[in-house]
């Protein structure tokens, strides 16, 4: 018997669609191909866990989409060697708390460990310890604050803030050897990190994490050693099928494992993911030299501050147009498309934007802008 290596992490995780069909079919194979031997070399396998498992509850009030998938969905996770799920993401609440405590409840049945999110606060913020290799290794899984988050008597996922995860980090590691932090966010379908959070990451590293490992933007993105700490930044989708995303790098993901003894001694499994064909995949030969090109590009631009930022200011110029949406009063109809056409003026001039900058970048004043609408955020 060979015997089983290392600790693989995977991205995002969302039986919908086409998936949903074949582990109805119990053609579990099919789902995941020629990747589930390399899942099964794997002494653990951790995945991010993007909905909740449940049929019951309603929708919560958001902006995107509310998901969930049936509580069967456990056997492709069962059946793909999966031994722990990281919960804190921005969709693990979006049936409510009913819905999470099915998801927690669903994969305790199944022997899959569930971290990052739980009845409160102080239960989402509990790192998991893991032995693998005789190494104890923490997890400690955290999001950035999209809707779904706990709080101190409410139900969700651990949110990102900065002194309580300090504390959290710090403390994880007076009860493992290493502490590895699972991060959900950064900008949707964009392969690279801001400059903020290539800051964040190295802070999470300075104050004692062991390895960073990022996913949601639905991309790959690019990875570096930083003070003898390996940081990746997106792995991409693991299973999600939308096919309205097939053009958009949605369907190209990686895995990435690593030696618990030296975690800069890494392994990337790059991969398709429910393309024209439902299913993972593993890349040929081409795919590979060419997903190793594109990975070879992102790391030299993040290594680069200068041009990690001229990157993410195109980015955001790219977007001035939905944030005008997002501010402007003309939403739709004809005022909106007089706005367009320049015949009515900008509502936000100079000086309400100073107003709007200072607001949300003073903390102190965001925190009062926050209770503020959070408010009359309920239908």
């Known amino acids: 018997m060979v015997e089983k290596q290392g600790i693989l992490f995977a991205g995002d995780f969302c039986p919908q669609g086409r998936i949903a069909e074949l582990i109805a079919r119990k053609k579990l194979s099919e789902v995941f191909t020629d990747v589930l031997p390399l899942l099964h070399q794997c002494e653990k396998v951790v995945v991010d866990l993007e909905c909740p498992f449940s049929d019951r509850g309603s929708p919560i009030v958001k902006t995107?989409?509310?998901?969930?998938?049936?509580?069967?969905?456990?056997?492709?996770?069962?059946?793909?060697?999966?031994?722990?799920?990281?919960?804190a993401?921005?969709?693990?609440?979006?049936?409510?708390?009913?819905?999470?405590?099915?998801?927690?409840?669903?994969?305790h049945g199944a022997g899959i460990q569930v971290f990052g999110a739980g009845k409160n606060l102080a239960a989402a913020r509990k790192p998991l310890v893991l032995s693998v290799g005789g190494i104890k290794i923490a997890l400690y899984n955290l999001t950035e604050n999209e809707w779904c988050c706990a709080k101190n008597t409410v139900a969700g996922a651990n949110p990102l803030e900065h002194p309580v995860n300090f504390k959290d980090i710090s403390e994880a590691r007076k009860i493992a050897q290493k502490v590895i932090v699972i991060y959900h966010g950064g900008n949707e379908h964009y392969p690279?990190?801001?400059?903020?959070?290539k800051s964040l990451f190295r802070y999470f590293v300075d104050i004692g994490a062991?390895?960073?490992?990022?996913?949601?933007?639905?991309?790959?993105?690019?990875y570096e050693v930083y003070e003898n700490a390996p940081i990746f930044y997106g792995l991409g989708n693991f299973c999600f099928d939308w096919p309205g995303r097939l053009d958009r790098g949605w369907t190209t993901g990686m895995a990435v494992r690593l030696d618990p003894c030296e975690l800069?001694?890494?392994?990337?499994?790059?991969?398709?993911?429910?393309?024209e064909t439902p299913g993972l995949r593993l890349l040929s030969n081409d795919?590979?030299?060419?997903?190793?090109?594109?990975?070879?590009?992102?790391?030299?631009?993040?290594?680069?501050d200068h041009?990690?930022?001229?990157?993410?200011?195109?980015?955001?110029?790219?977007?001035?147009?939905?944030?005008d949406i997002y501010l402007e009063p003309y939403r739709r109809g004809v005022l909106a498309a007089l706005r367009k056409k320049g015949l009515l003026p900008r509502t936000l001039?100079?000086?309400?934007?100073?107003?709007?900058?200072?607001l949300t970048r003073c903390e102190s004043l965001r925190d009062v802008l926050l209770n503020y609408l959070d408010r009359d955020t309920k239908p």
């Open 64 to 87: 995107g989409p509310n998901l969930r998938c049936s509580p069967e969905a456990i056997d492709a996770l069962r059946f793909a060697n999966v031994h722990a799920v990281a919960l």
């Open 89 to 107: 993401n921005n969709h693990i609440l979006d049936f409510g708390s009913d819905a999470l405590d099915d998801t927690i409840a669903t994969c």
């Open 192 to 197: 690279l990190p801001s400059p903020r959070l």
């Open 210 to 222: 062991s390895a960073v490992i990022a996913h949601h933007s639905h991309v790959i993105s690019g």
């Open 264 to 275: 800069t001694k890494f392994e990337l499994i790059p991969f398709r993911q429910n393309d």
């Open 287 to 304: 795919e590979t030299m060419n997903f190793n090109l594109q990975l070879l590009e992102l790391n030299s631009i993040i290594k680069n």
């Open 307 to 323: 041009l990690l930022q001229t990157y993410f200011d195109d980015f955001c110029k790219q977007h001035l147009k939905s944030f």
């Open 349 to 358: 001039n100079c000086r309400k934007r100073r107003w709007l900058l200072n």
